[in-house]
């Protein structure tokens, strides 16, 4: 199946229309009947009158050869010296592709804005040109790109598809549901109706993401992705059956390999049948793919199983570097066993791949465990030790936050700040930390700092559209905040909440009363959340609803220990 993103990419050896002019080389054209000429002495000096067509094929030739011998600089003067005698689309492609290939894509991303200026009706310099821009990340540019493309050739089913890719993910789900849409159904291939189901899901819509994915499956029954994705969508419905089966019948045809394994196990266990999961684990001996299978036993809470799963690991004679890790998990999640987690990520190898994430874990346990000054030495040894990781500066402030530190907290983000100052991670820890402060105006100001850098920051989004919504401010654009976060993250229950709050503060009580139960639906927990419905139940006139409300505000009140200290999510300062 083809690369979801650029059907049309950079190509190493590519041949043009000029190598057929080989037997021309040195020639103006066809020998016929022109006089032959004297052959010059070895010691003459040759000086060869070549005519631009010879020239123009010698140098080509030449780019081909020093192209061979990856002697990329003398391959790009030989191609500028072709592509100066007689420009061509091909020409500029090739010498953009040049440039790929010897990892100077901003040079190549030079060549196809400069050709698409000359050829702007040629699509593949757009397409070139949004592939240079996602292998950086650059989506947005992507995005932008492509839609120029479709300007130039509407209804392009190839582009569309491109375009609804990228989107997908950078999750404008909407939008590229809108893109495929455009395409007539009859000429809707098995790419576009999974690219629907994947969007349509992301959107909860999942019985039509159902229905996207099997007409995927039926034009194309060995599509994998269109398999798993319909599979993981049983399972998000509770259709295990359904699920396993799909995933049985990918194992039986050799396809999936160990990550359909690791599905299929974890939907046993959802299924309370550990035994034929650990009969799926006996499938394969690879120590990391046991590993993760432990985790899942782990995450689903059979512990007992996944000690045993990691027991077997740590008495091999080469257990894998990074089992302390996982046993540092099973201790803390299975058993409460803060210390005895420390001391198993303690024997992590300072130089292992998971350092970093055990770090951050071990500065976790030890502020739950009233260890706190030990895991602010922790966190600012790591902020030396990882000085281009702004994960623990945000761990490092939120540590000092909750210890009531606040201005130092506040400190460890500026400088976090000034080192990366367009991190919207940082930015959204420093807005949301000078609201707590009572700074409101200064929190306001990073939020909209942050959507400025990124349009589809739903957090920022939210904030700013629930801030103006609860202070009665700006209504309209509050309400275009906050149903932008919600396209973004569609089941989110906090934005579906800020969403029924803002109709509720513009006096559409109607559409405030769908919103928040949905809310509920989504986050059962929360009291501000049943404090929105109890008040929302009130002005519609439905008293019962709103004193059942208020019992389960003050029930989770009740529940909520204001003695206990809360641990660190070290993501999420």
């Known amino acids: 199946m083809k690369h979801p993103f650029l059907s049309i990419a950079f190509v190493v050896g590519t041949t043009s229309t000029l190598t057929l002019l080989i037997v021309f080389v040195l020639l103006g054209g ?31 030739l030449k780019f081909l050869d020093r192209q061979k011998a990856r ?38 991303r030079d060549i196809l804005k400069k050709a698409m200026g000359i050829y702007p009706h040629d699509r593949d310099f757009y397409l070139l040109l949004a592939q240079s821009y996602i292998v950086v990340g650059r989506l947005d540019d992507a995005v932008t790109t492509l839609e120029d493309c479709l300007r130039i050739a509407p209804g392009d089913v190839a582009v569309v598809l491109e375009l609804a890719a990228v989107q997908i993910e950078i999750r404008r789900f909407a939008q590229a549901m809108d893109a495929l849409e455009s395409i007539p ?68 045809q050799g396809q999936g390999g160990r990550d359909i394994l690791i599905r299929l196990i974890a939907l046993n266990l959802r299924l309370n049948n550990p035994d034929k999961a650990l009969e799926l684990v006996d499938i394969d001996d690879d120590g990391q793919f046991r590993l993760q299978a432990a985790h899942e036993f782990m995450q689903q809470e059979f512990f007992e199983q996944a000690g045993d799963i990691l027991a077997e690991l740590a008495a091999r004679d080469e257990p894998p570097a990074d089992i302390a890790l996982y046993l540092a998990l099973w201790a803390w999640e299975g058993y409460g066993d803060a210390d005895r987690a420390i001391e198993y990520l303690e024997r992590l190898p300072a130089d292992s791949p998971r350092a970093r994430q055990a770090d951050s874990f071990r500065i976790q346990l030890l502020f739950g465990n009233n260890r706190r000054e030990e895991a602010l030495g922790l966190s600012w040894k790591s902020m030396e030790t990882y000085p281009d990781d702004s994960h623990f500066v945000l761990q490092s402030s939120t540590i000092l ?154 029930e989770l009140k009740a529940e909520s220990d204001p003695e206990k200290e809360p641990q660190v999510d070290p993501t999420q300062p």
């Open 30 to 60: 066809p020998m016929g009947c022109a006089a032959r000429q004297r052959t010059p002495s070895p010691a003459t000096a040759v000086d060869w009158d070549l005519s631009p067509r010879a020239e123009q094929t010698f140098q080509y």
């Open 71 to 108: 002697d990329y600089i003398q391959a790009t003067s030989a191609l500028e010296r072709a592509l100066a005698i007689a420009p061509s689309p091909g020409l500029y492609k090739e010498l953009a592709n040049l440039h790929w290939r010897a990892r100077n894509i901003d040079a190549a």
């Open 185 to 252: 159904f009859e000429q809707r291939d098995a790419q576009a109706n999974f690219l629907l189901g994947k969007a349509a899901s992301a959107l909860g819509l999942k019985k039509q993401a159902v229905a996207y994915l099997e007409l995927a499956v039926q034009e194309d029954p060995e599509f994998l992705q269109a398999w798993v994705e319909m599979a993981y969508l049983f399972e998000t419905q509770k259709d295990y059956v359904r699920a396993e089966t799909i995933y049985d019948q990918i194992l039986a």
């Open 401 to 554: 936050e909750r210890m009531g530190r606040l201005d130092e907290a506040l400190a460890v983000l500026a400088s976090g700040e000034k080192q990366w100052p367009e991190d919207t991670d940082i930015l959204f820890a420093l807005g949301s930390m000078q609201d707590r402060a009572g700074n409101k105006v200064l929190a306001l100001e990073y939020m909209e700092r942050i959507i400025r850098l990124d349009s589809n920051h739903a957090d920022a989004l939210n904030y700013l559209g629930y801030t103006l919504a609860d202070a009665g401010q700006d209504l309209d654009r509050a309400l275009i905040l906050i149903q932008g976060a919600v396209k973004i993250e569609p089941t989110n229950g906090y934005y579906i909440d800020s969403l029924a709050w803002v109709y509720y503060r513009m006096g559409n009580l109607d559409q405030a009363w769908i919103e928040i139960q949905r809310a509920v639906e989504q986050v059962e927990d929360d009291p501000v959340i049943w404090e929105h419905y109890a008040e929302i139940a009130e002005r519609i006139g439905d008293r019962p609803k709103a004193l059942q409300a208020t019992e389960r505000v003050w």
